[in-house]
């Protein structure tokens, strides 16, 4: 683990902190890119990955302070300081794409095709992401024996292993970013690129569930797993009404 990324001119940086800023970075300029190469204005996809970014960190904190509320009963104003970490993934992708769908909406965008260039772009930008979460050391799963462990230097025994659930999650969303290319190339209709990324995303972090520290059985499953199934059911559902949709529009 690294949790200093680096130190510059006696200032620390945050592994972190450094790979969510890299991630929100490269979100951003995929998707600008990615739009205006379809024909988009720049201005106002620009405006649209602003609204999806703000919501999505409001909703990432706010969906983790919820999910432990019991940590902040007696001190409520620790969930507005930079000293308390902590993010749910699943509050930023829901309320960024709520937000950033209106705001599309109301721009009058594509939003079917900025919600695919979306999808395509978040794969990385989460890849690097959870890079930072491995540096960090948090995200990691289960006390495991085996080699391909990550040494735990805090809050463990010396010579701690766990499982670089991080580390498989960049591997599958690799996958995932491939599968969604070869979708794409077939020039789907607007909407199911994205809804492919959201259900196989939501697939990823349920199986991966299994390998965290809190995973239970199959029947009493953790809390981000029944996200995971709500999320990839919505996007089950969604995939088959698409074509419908798209018949009566047509």
């Known amino acids: 683990m690294r949790p200093v990324l680096f130190t510059w001119r006696g200032r620390q940086f945050a592994s972190y902190r450094t790979a969510l800023t890299l991630a929100l970075a490269l979100f951003a300029l995929l ?10 204005a720049p201005g106002p996809v620009t405006v649209v990955v602003a609204v999806f970014m ?14 432990n509320r019991h940590r902040y009963e007696s001190r409520w104003r620790a969930t507005l300081t930079r000293r308390d970490e902590g993010a749910a993934a699943y509050g930023g992708l829901l309320g960024g794409t709520a937000a950033g769908a209106l705001a599309g909406v109301l721009l009058r965008l594509p939003v079917g095709q900025l919600l695919d260039i979306a999808a395509i772009a978040a794969l990385p930008a989460v890849a690097v992401g959870r890079g930072g979460c491995l540096l960090h050391g948090c995200c990691l799963g289960r006390v495991t024996t085996s080699a391909f ?30 599968a969604l290319e070869a979708v794409r190339a077939g020039h789907p209709r607007p909407g199911l690129v994205f809804l492919i990324a959201s259900a196989g995303y939501a697939a990823v972090r349920f199986f991966l569930g299994f390998l965290r520290p809190h995973a239970r059985t199959r029947l009493a499953l953790a809390q981000p797993q029944l996200l995971s199934l709500a999320v990839a059911g919505l996007s089950a559902c969604a995939l088959v ?7 009566i529009h047509g």
């Open 241 to 247: 009404l698409l074509p419908a949709v798209g018949a």
């Open 31 to 40: 998707v600008v890119d990615g739009a205006t190469a379809q024909g988009m």
């Open 54 to 67: 703000i919501a999505g960190m409001l909703g990432a904190r706010l969906l983790f302070v919820l999910s």
């Open 149 to 178: 462990g990550v040494p735990v230097k805090r809050e463990h025994p010396a010579g701690t292993r766990r499982v670089p659930v991080p580390l498989f999650e960049i591997a599958l969303l690799a996958g995932l970013a491939l």
